[in-house]
């Protein structure tokens, strides 16, 4: 788009978190899904946005603009994105997608920066069952697979068969994301080992998106979105969120799947348009 900028911070450990800017009008920080980047995580969405909203887009640290660093934790994901937005120096809304909508959550029980936040699909591991983390399990192992075989986009599809309904993990593959964000497979790939040894080591959890103090402690208006064709821990996940913050709104895109904020962008920015020009 014409008028990209971009805004960077950095971060207590010396590493520069930075992101494209487009658009005019109230501040919205984006924080992207386990799989790409902000431009990649976005590109849909933002068209129809940076019209009502000046739209931050910040990478993950290892990604898109931003500098990498051996420590991906879900902690320290969090300490970035509440630097990225108190770097702004102004109220500021946060939206969130996945793995990304976590991030957004404990961000905000964190914050009095965020005036309001709004959330695709969050993902609580705190939530999942027996049989999911051993489907999650499953996919991270032949992620692994590809990445050491060399084949990076094939491994970010793998993933994509966890989180994705089969209709949705084509369309998305059909429109290049998973080759767009394989590069990023090996930096995903890290993440996931990394949370594995944290949990091994005996070292104290970091802040839950799924703790209801957590979400208890958020303040300001949440609006948490699901997809009526999602695969069914989504539908959980969005409910437990509603049902714990104390000033949510639970709101379900017809017809669309984890993947909305690419294959149903329209709805999904009509939804976040309305709730944030309220907000």
């Not at 992101?19 to 995580?41: E, I, M, R, T, W």
């Not at 969090?78 to 809304?93: C, F, K, M, N, R």
């Not at 914050?111 to 069952?129: K, R």
Request: charged share 20%.
């Amino acid at each position: 788009m014409g008028d990209r900028r971009t805004h960077g911070v950095t971060t207590t450990d010396g590493v520069a978190i930075r992101g494209a800017v487009h658009g005019q009008g109230p501040h919205l920080v984006f924080s992207p899904g386990a799989f790409g980047d902000g431009d990649l995580d976005w590109q849909w969405l933002l068209p129809h946005l940076a019209g009502r909203f000046t739209c931050y887009l910040p990478s993950l640290r290892g990604r898109g603009l931003s500098d990498d660093h051996h420590d991906l934790s879900f902690g320290r994901r969090v300490e970035d994105i509440l630097a990225y937005v108190g770097s702004i120096g102004g109220p500021t809304g946060l939206l969130g997608w996945s793995a990304g909508g976590a991030v957004a959550l404990v961000a905000a029980a964190q914050t009095d920066a965020v005036t309001a936040v709004a959330i695709y699909e969050p993902v609580l591991d705190g939530l999942m069952d027996e049989q999911e983390r051993a489907a999650i399990g499953r996919a991270v192992t032949r992620m692994g697979e590809l990445v050491a075989a060399g084949d990076q986009p094939a491994a970010a599809g793998a993933f994509g068969d966890f989180v994705f309904n089969d209709d949705e993990n084509a369309a998305v593959e059909a429109a290049g994301y998973f080759k767009a964000t394989g590069r990023y497979a090996p930096n995903l790939l890290r993440t996931f080992q990394q949370a594995a040894e944290h949990a091994g080591d005996g070292a104290p959890a970091p802040q839950s998106a799924s703790d209801p103090d957590v979400l208890g402690a958020i303040s300001v208006p949440v609006l948490v979105l699901h997809g009526s064709a999602s695969k069914p821990y989504w539908a959980r996940f969005a409910r437990h969120v509603a049902d714990h913050v104390p000033n949510a709104t639970l709101r379900q895109v017809p017809n669309a799947g984890h993947a909305a904020p690419l294959t149903d962008a329209e709805a999904v920015a009509e939804a976040i348009t309305d709730f944030f020009t309220s907000a």
